[in-house]
């Protein structure tokens, strides 16, 4: 058996269980995602808000969609899934906090995953359930520790380093409506950075969020189809596409750039809602101009209940190059 094959084996042994049938902070059923630094399965629309906290704290990946590393799928073993990541983050609530449902509004899961403020402290944004630790038993949180110290709790290692991790980084919280999924496809007749090909790779960055596809070795026309996901905050920009070629021993060289506006694709999905209602048609198009990448018009479709386009992007700023992507919007 592949590791691939095994270690979706082994997640999928940790789903069934029921304590991680319904997601760790709301209760919704059958949650998708999962936070694997953490070792918890939680939905969509809580995803979304754990997307927010950034990677370091949260690293949120799909169960059915993304590609696991041993390493990844080890540490949510070893923590344990939902019921003994929450026995200690949730062990101790203090007056006025209640877990939101199901139902809850996207403020309302922010507040509990990660922050809260009195009436009169309004600008004290922190984190609560999983950087302040505010629900842990007291004598549990982890108040910088001396170097070498020895931390006696019932947390596994890779638990307690999530902890351990999540006291310094400030940032507001996003109002996130949605995630983007990126399949980055293949690029075409890309330019020559090395003595005579090139290791490319793809970036993109969406507001604060930045992820990346593997380097191919020395190919000019590599085939990635890699997917990679972007939380998608209110009034957001579009996404910058940038292709690099990898070095050793140096800087990364810049091999063309792009941006894809996903404004289209939202405005046609929010004006039909549920896609899961409809059968396959057109709803919307990205129309090619001076003022864009495009190569040819992009129509946004809803296929198979779900809403995807196809996009092919000449590369600005450089002699050469083109990347073709399929994205899909999935609406909170």
């Avoid at 509990?112 to 999983?130: E, G, P, T, V």
């Avoid at 750039?257 to 209602?277: L, N, R």
Wanted: charged share 25%; aromatic share 6%; glycine share 6%.
């Amino acid at each position: 058996m592949s590791g691939i094959s095994s270690n979706k084996r082994r997640l999928r042994d940790l789903l069934v269980k029921s304590e991680n049938r319904v997601c760790a902070d709301c209760g919704s059923p059958d949650p998708k995602w999962a936070s694997a630094n953490i070792g918890v399965f939680i939905c969509l629309k809580c995803c979304g808000v754990h997307r927010s906290l950034g990677a370091h704290i949260s690293k949120v990946l799909s169960v059915t969609m993304d590609e696991w590393s041993d390493d990844e799928i080890d540490g949510i073993i070893d923590i344990g899934g939902n019921a003994s990541a929450n026995s200690i983050y949730e062990a101790y609530f203090p007056d006025g906090i209640s877990k939101p449902g199901p139902d809850a509004s996207h403020d309302q899961r922010a507040r509990f995953i990660r922050w809260w403020c009195s009436d009169d402290a309004m600008h004290s944004i922190c984190r609560a359930k999983y950087e302040r630790q505010e629900f842990l038993k007291p004598s549990l949180r982890i108040k910088s520790a001396p170097k070498g110290s020895s931390l006696q709790t019932s947390l596994s290692r890779k638990a307690m380093d999530t902890v351990r991790s999540s006291s310094s980084h400030i940032e507001g919280a996003l109002e996130i409506i949605g995630m983007v999924i990126v399949k980055v496809l293949k690029g075409r007749n890309l330019a020559v950075r090395d003595m005579l090909s090139s290791d490319p790779y793809v970036i993109l960055t969406l507001g604060n969020e930045k992820v990346q596809t593997t380097s191919i070795r020395s190919n000019l026309n590599p085939i990635w189809n890699e997917v990679l996901t972007l939380s998608v905050p209110q009034d957001s920009g579009p996404i910058k596409l940038e292709v690099y070629d990898y070095d050793t021993f140096s800087a990364d060289d810049i091999m063309g750039e792009a941006e894809i506006d996903i404004q289209p694709m939202i405005a046609s999905a929010m004006a039909f809602g549920d896609p899961t209602m409809f059968s396959d048609m057109q709803i919307g198009k990205w129309f090619k101009s001076n003022d864009n990448a495009l190569i040819e018009d992009s129509s946004v479709n809803i296929v198979d209940g779900k809403v995807k386009q196809e996009i092919s992007l000449k590369l600005q700023n450089v002699e050469s190059g083109e990347v073709d992507l399929e994205i899909e919007w999935i609406a909170n």
